[in-house]
T-cell receptor, first 115, second 112 residues
Framework: DGGITQSPKYLFRKEGQNVTLSCEQN?????MYWYRQDPGQGLRLIYY???????QKGDIAEGYSVSREKKESFPLTVTSAQKNPTAFYLC??????????????FGSGTQLSVL | GNSVTQMEGPVTLSEEAFLTINCTYT??????LFWYVQYPGEGLQLLLK?????DKGSNKGFEATYRKETTSFHLEKGSVQVSDSAVYFC???????????FGKGTKLTVNP
């Protein structure tokens, strides 16, 4: 079955620690995205990538980093510079090509909490 | 600011009640409009979409019509079920890309 897989489902971060959230897709999609979801605030875009080896900052990129070395993988690192990392993180993908009516496919999310 | 504004929740209805969740947007040009649904503990799934003015998106008994004159895309369902309990997000496309701008979400609870 094609889909988008996020791991782990739950993650705990200690003070000053970097943690990496995994996102893998086997849909052969060019574009991938990371969103952060906070209660009452909806989804906010952290980073996105339209093609391998290229990515752009979204609206709230500070304290986060990404890489896109392979088409199917788009890991997100939450660095110690992110002072309020507790949130639900959603990865998504789409076919790419810049079509404004393309739908996004979402993973099932990772809940990150601070110890 | 957020260019997609949704009705504040939570919304609680009895089974078979009529549902409306309001959504308005601000945009230059003509974005595509979407409704996504998120069931507890899961990611979002596309519920329906509309790509131009007067288009009606529909799926699973839900409908929404792209109203350019009122910049709205209200979600409706004639008779809700307990299984419709979820968080509903309105979204619009951003620029000439596949990036989306989301509303804050509206939590719906349907009681038997």
């Amino acid at each position: 079955d094609g889909g988008i897989t996020q791991s782990p489902k739950y993650l705990f971060r200690k003070e000053g620690q970097n943690v990496t959230l995994s996102c893998e897709q086997n849909l052969n999609h060019d574009a991938m995205y990371w969103y952060r979801q906070d209660p009452g605030q909806g989804l906010r875009l952290i980073y996105y990538s339209q093609i391998v080896n290229d990515f752009q900052k979204g609206d709230i990129a500070e304290g986060y980093s990404v890489s896109r070395e392979k088409k199917e993988s788009f890991p997100l690192t939450v660095t110690s510079a992110q002072k309020n990392p507790t949130a639900f993180y959603l990865c998504a993908s789409s076919r790419g090509g810049g079509e404004r009516n393309e739908k996004l496919f979402f993973g099932s999310g990772t809940q990150l909490s601070v110890l | 600011g957020n260019s997609v504004t949704q009705m504040e929740g939570p919304v609680t209805l009895s089974e078979e009640a009529f549902l409306t969740i309001n959504c308005t947007y601000t945009a230059t040009g003509y974005p595509s409009l979407f409704w996504y649904v998120q069931y507890p503990g899961e990611g979002l799934q596309l519920l329906l979409k509309a790509t131009k003015a007067d288009d009606k998106g529909s799926n699973k008994g839900f409908e929404a019509t792209y109203r350019k004159e009122t910049t709205s895309f209200h979600l409706e369902k004639g008779s809700v079920q307990v299984s419709d309990s979820a968080v509903y997000f309105c979204a619009r496309s951003q620029g000439g890309s596949e990036k989306l701008v989301f509303g804050k979400g509206t939590k719906l609870t349907v009681n038997p």
